[in-house]
């Protein structure tokens, strides 16, 4: 996750960090006893292999999923695309919303992005909406990685991060999941495989 301030990695390179440190290790170890002569026997490889991936948190582990509890509860306003078409929060009452806020210097976000592009083709266009949010840089940056990775979500450029501070983002990625009343529901804070079961467990259950 990054957050504005420091753009610090968060828990997702700490992730990669452990990955590499096992990796390293694992090795290490193998070549010092091969130099040693000592072959290490199938089940100390499978003990150790155990202990090793227990050890290494899941690389899409790392978000926090919370309701929403600001005193926005609603959602409003109008977003405006890259294109420069206007989708007001009127426009989608009674339908389901996903809002992601990422940006390009967000190692997790770019990481996530293609996932939540599977997940927007799996749904029923006239009942789910996804939407992105690029926030604090120039919109061609954002355009140009997208179409390099040929996500095709709906782009709503935030140079100002006048929509971040809207809705408090301030780590990214966020995910914000709106219920077709308009109602504001989760907070989604980290990186999500949105390919994987549990996002659209979350979307069912929107009310």
Known sequence: MHDTVGQNFGSNVITTSRSM???????????????????????????????SILSVPSAYAQFEKTPWRSANKVLSGTFVDSTGQSISADSLRGKKVVINFWATWCAPCKEELPTLQVFSDLQDPSKTVVLSINVKEPASRAMRFMQQNHITLPLIPDPQGEWAKKFDVKVFPTTLLVAPSGQIQWRIVGEVDWSASAPQTWLDSLR
């Open 21 to 51: 440190q096992f990796i390293q290790f694992w090795r290490c170890l193998i070549q010092g006893r091969l130099a040693k002569g000592l072959l290490l026997s199938r089940i100390q490889i499978l003990v150790l292999l155990l202990a």
